[in-house]
């Protein structure tokens, strides 16, 4: 009987992931990539930048200025 449920126990977790790696794959196949830089339209919009801190008041003028002179790719 032990082994009859062990059996019946392991057919139930191999379906369970085979339907997950199936539903993985069909997720996958369905994204859809993002536009490139090149045909979005011109000036690219703007975007804005939140940086949450505490207590970094010695650190915070060197982050900002990183973050501003980050460009895109």
């Known amino acids: 009987m032990l082994w009859l449920t ?3 126990i392991f057919w139930i977790t191999g ?11 069909r997720s996958i196949l369905s994204l859809r990539r993002l536009p ?7 000036p690219p919009p703007t975007v804005s930048v ?3 801190v505490r207590d970094e008041a010695k650190r915070i003028e060197k982050t900002i200025r990183q973050v501003l002179a980050q460009q895109s790719r």
């Open 6 to 8: 062990l059996k019946i």
């Open 15 to 25: 379906a369970f992931w085979l339907l997950a790696t199936i539903e993985l794959l």
């Open 36 to 42: 490139k830089l090149d045909s979005l339209p011109q």
């Open 50 to 52: 939140i940086i949450a």
